[in-house]
């Protein structure tokens, strides 16, 4: 037996948040799937918190550091990255949330389990968002996804010091070891 489940357009998603079905969960939108996010634990907040005011520290008013806010891409999904570094200026997202063309990359930070980062690696891919970075609270390892051919990362690059910068914005230095202080 093949069981067949219930696909959900953005548009779809979008009404039963307005009609306050979904309240009091914390859901993303992922391929057509509603998914449950998992409960952020107190690493994870310390981190994102931690690593957006460095962000911001760094880049000023070049972007918008965006955290745990949805982004919208193609194919139904409306994920939750845990920072999008995002165009400027912020008025853009008035009406809307972050689209592909407006993201420079996206940060994930992971403390238990690297699974679902994989379907957000492929999603991001597709999407053509430039690069995304996995803070891996485990191994304290940033991993970098670059490279974008074909809809397909070709680049994976694990580091625990130094410096790395980001595509968008090479002239900046980003402190690895400052990530994860």
Same mark, same amino acid.
């Given at each position: 037996?093949?069981?067949?489940?219930?696909?959900?357009?953005?548009?779809?998603?979008?009404?039963?948040?307005?009609?306050?079905?979904?309240?009091?969960?914390?859901?993303?939108?992922?391929?057509?799937?509603?998914?449950?996010?998992?409960?952020?634990?107190?690493?994870?907040?310390?981190?994102?918190?931690?690593?957006?005011?460095?962000?911001?520290?760094?880049?000023?008013?070049?972007?918008?550091? %965006? @955290?745990?806010?949805?982004?919208?891409?193609?194919?139904? +999904?409306?994920?939750? =990255?845990? $920072?999008? !570094?995002?165009?400027?200026?912020?008025?853009?997202?008035?009406?809307?949330?972050?689209?592909?063309?407006?993201?420079?990359?996206?940060?994930?930070?992971?403390?238990?389990?690297?699974?679902?980062?994989?379907?957000?690696?492929?999603?991001?891919?597709?999407?053509?968002?430039?690069?995304?970075?996995?803070?891996?609270?485990?191994?304290?390892?940033?991993?970098?996804?670059?490279?974008?051919?074909?809809?397909?990362?070709? %680049? @994976?690059?694990?580091?625990?010091?130094?410096?790395?910068? +980001?595509?968008?914005? =090479?002239? $900046?230095? !980003?402190?690895?070891?400052?990530?994860?202080?």
């Amino acid at each position: 037996m093949t069981l067949i489940t219930a696909k959900w357009s953005l548009n779809d998603y979008h009404q039963m948040i307005e009609s306050g079905l979904l309240a009091e969960r914390s859901l993303e939108l992922i391929n057509g799937e509603i998914i449950e996010m998992s409960p952020e634990g107190i690493a994870h907040s310390f981190y994102c918190r931690g690593t957006a005011k460095y962000l911001r520290s760094l880049l000023g008013n070049r972007a918008e550091i %965006s @955290e745990a806010h949805p982004i919208t891409l193609p194919n139904d +999904s409306e994920p939750e =990255p845990d $920072i999008a !570094i995002v165009r400027t200026p912020d008025t853009l997202y008035q009406t809307r949330h972050p689209f592909p063309e407006d993201i420079f990359w996206l940060i994930e930070i992971a403390n238990t389990t690297l699974v679902k980062l994989g379907v957000k690696r492929d999603l991001y891919a597709f999407a053509g968002i430039p690069e995304y970075w996995v803070m891996n609270l485990q191994t304290l390892e940033l991993v970098v996804f670059r490279d974008l051919i074909d809809n397909e990362y070709r %680049s @994976e690059i694990c580091l625990s010091s130094g410096t790395i910068s +980001s595509l968008a914005f =090479p002239e $900046i230095p !980003i402190d690895i070891s400052r990530l994860f202080r």
